[in-house]
Every structure is written in structure tokens, then in C-alpha cells.
């Protein structure tokens, strides 16, 4: 046998040896094809919907996903504090759902609809005109951003002809 | 009258002459699927072996293979040939191959089952396996397996240069160049390897 005395010639025909560590059979014949196949694949999924193209832009771009996050979260706590504002505005107001769906009130009523207004200006005011008390109670609404259940309040009004 | 026979000249054999890489780049540029096909087949089996010498795994091995012609497809427009294509895609293998490796945390199988048969024929291996030593008894795939070991017991720098040197085959410069790294460097990485090698196969070495 010629083998090498020297360690390092010894660990050198070693390490050639692992040259015979192959893949199974017919590995190589196929890899461009799937690699071909893998990469219209991923081509196919890249674009395939908005979320996965967001995933893959904020995945590079770690800063801009930050940022967003922020804004997303200081809108979505804005919007939580309007609306309880609203809650609070719409329990006061003669009109359910909130002030910001008005009505307008019938001609002839104007002098109730001041009343109405001074009530909603200072809402410690216990004078009520008669007319706006409604027959049942009118509950605020909790949507903020759906449709409420709208209950108009049964108006009193003298009948005209 | 002397009747003149027009010797035809043989007919020339048709040798089509390999396509050199950068035409092949060029034309692959230009969204030519199968220029790069055939980029592809002329560096798969070098860089898979790279790999898998890197990672001792079959699967992981096929992964970044394929992510790393994926990726130099993807990048193939920004290559602007300052580098041959084989230092360039070597280059984004071995750092994509690296990285995973820093990320892969002690998840580690050996796939070492796909050793060829000639390997048992050769005079090396039949050398080292039938010498008289501490493991006498060593059959190849133990010594394969410990070699493996070995192998994974050093840094990932150190582990590129043995594999590229000593198992590839690659010169100090061309290694300097996937690296991006002197020649100077390259010799200590690989001298220093070599020692922790020897240290940790003492006992099949000696």
C-alpha cells in the first residue's frame, strides 16, 4: 500500500474522497426542469394576491413595515376615540344614532326644535319640549362604522289642515 | 485529352463548438430561458456539491441550490461581467448557503446513504480504511460519517475553503475570488482548517 505517512497527504485523500457523494440517480438530468417549474411558480404566487405582494414588500423593506403599523395603529385609535365621542354626543341628542344624522323637522315646529337646539347646546337643561318626548325610549346606537338601527321619535304635532 | 476528375473535398464534420458563458449570459439577459438552462447544466453539479458539502444534507442541499439559480436569474440583469458567471453564481450560493447556515440551528441530518459505490474501489479510501490503526475495524461510511463530523465542527469560513480547495478542487485565486478575500487569506483559513481536521481525526490519521 503507498499510503502517505503525512497527516495532511492523508486528510487531503480524505477529504478528495467525499467527491464520491452524490445525489440519487437522474438528480441532475432533472434540476433545470425544477428549477424551471420552481420558478414560475414562484413567479404565479408572487403576484397572486395584494396580501402576499404587501408580505413581500414589507419583508424587504422592514422600516416601511413599522411605519405602516404606526399609522395603522394611531388611525385605528383615533377612530375608537371618535366614536366615543359620538356615544357620548349621540345619548344627548334627541335624534338616534348621533347628531350627525339629522332630520328636519316639520314646518310649524320651530319653536320646539329651538327648545330642542338650547337642550343640545347645554344638555343639563331639564326643559324639554313636550313634543319631542317620544313614545319609547330612543336607545344610542354602538355602531360607529355600520348602519344603525334608526327609531325616529314619535312627534306630538298639533294636526293642520 | 486528359479527363480532369474533380476531387470534391471531404465533407467537414460538423463540430458544434461549446457556447462561450458570456454569449450565453448575453443571450439569457435578454429573457432566453434555455441560454440559462444551459448555464444551469453546465454549474449545477459544482455548486451542489459545494453545498452539500456545506450543509452534509441531501435536502437542504437541493433548496438552496435551486434559490441560488433562481436568485442569479432574477439578478442576471445587474451582472455586468467583471467576474466569469461560474465566480458570480458560486458567489451568491455560498453567501445564500452561508446564511442559512447561521440560521440553522444544530438541525442537522446527515444524508450520507447516497455514497457511491465506486468510492469503495478507491485506492485511497481502501488505504486509510485497511491500515493498521486505533479503528482498524472502520468501515468506509464511518469514516465518511466522521469525517462529516469533522467537517461540521468547523466555522462555516473555514469549511467553505476546505471544500472548495480540497474537495472541489479550486485554485487559491479563484477561491479568492468567490470569497472576496486575498490569497493570503485563503492559505491561513485553509491551513488552519486542516489543523482542526487533523486534530479531530487524530485517531483515523495517524
Known amino acids: ?161 | 485529352m486528359t479527363e480532369t476528375v474533380l476531387e470534391q473535398p471531404p465533407p467537414k464534420k460538423q463540430t458544434v463548438a461549446p457556447i462561450d458563458d458570456r454569449a450565453l449570459v448575453r443571450t439569457a439577459q435578454n429573457g432566453d430561458f434555455e441560454a440559462y438552462d444551459e448555464l444551469v447544466r453546465r454549474y449545477q453539479e459544482r455548486v451542489y456539491a459545494t453545498l452539500y458539502h456545506m450543509t452534509s444534507n441531501h435536502e437542504d442541499a437541493n433548496d438552496l441550490a435551486q434559490e441560488a439559480f433562481i436568485k442569479g436569474f432574477r439578478a442576471l440583469k445587474s451582472f455586468k461581467g467583471d467576474s466569469s458567471f461560474f465566480t458570480w453564481i458560486y458567489r451568491i450560493a455560498v453567501n445564500r448557503t452561508i446564511n442559512f447556515l447561521k440560521k440553522r440551528n444544530k438541525r442537522i441530518h446527515m444524508s450520507l446513504n447516497d455514497l457511491e459505490f465506486n468510492a469503495e474501489h478507491d485506492p485511497d479510501l481502501i488505504a486509510l480504511t485497511s491500515e493498521k490503526n486505533p479503528r482498524r475495524d472502520l468501515n468506509l461510511v464511518e469514516l465518511q460519517e466522521k469525517l462529516n463530523e469533522a467537517m461540521l465542527k468547523l466555522s462555516h469560513i473555514h469549511r467553505l475553503v476546505v471544500t472548495l480547495h480540497d474537495v472541489q478542487g479550486l485554485s487559491h485565486d479563484e477561491i479568492s475570488k468567490i470569497m472576496d478575500c486575498n490569497t493570503g487569506t485563503v492559505r491561513s483559513r485553509l491551513f488552519y482548517a486542516r489543523q482542526q481536521l487533523q486534530a479531530y481525526l487524530s485517531d483515523y490519521l495517524t
Open chain 1, 1 to 161: 500500500m503507498n499510503q502517505p505517512k503525512d497527516p495532511t497527504e492523508k486528510l487531503k485523500n480524505l477529504l478528495a474522497c467525499k467527491r464520491y457523494e452524490q445525489p440519487p440517480p437522474g438528480y441532475f438530468s432533472r434540476f433545470p426542469e425544477r428549477l424551471r417549474a420552481r420558478l414560475e411558480a414562484e413567479e404565479f404566487v408572487e403576484y397572486s394576491s395584494l396580501w402576499q405582494w404587501l408580505v413581500n414588500k414589507f419583508d424587504a423593506k422592514p422600516v416601511v413595515a413599522c411605519v405602516y403599523g404606526i399609522a395603522l395603529s394611531t388611525l385605528l385609535l383615533a377612530g375608537f376615540n371618535l366614536s366615543q365621542v359620538f356615544d357620548t354626543e349621540s345619548a344627548v341628542s334627541p335624534v338616534a344614532g348621533g347628531p350627525w344624522m339629522g332630520w328636519t323637522p316639520p314646518t310649524g315646529l320651530m319653536d320646539n326644535v329651538e327648545l330642542a337646539r338650547n337642550r343640545y347646546r347645554n344638555p343639563s337643561s331639564s326643559v324639554l319640549p313636550v313634543a319631542f318626548l317620544p313614545v319609547n325610549s330612543v336607545s344610542s346606537s354602538r355602531f360607529v362604522f355600520g348602519t344603525p338601527i334608526q327609531r325616529q321619535p314619535a312627534l306630538f304635532a298639533p294636526f293642520q289642515d
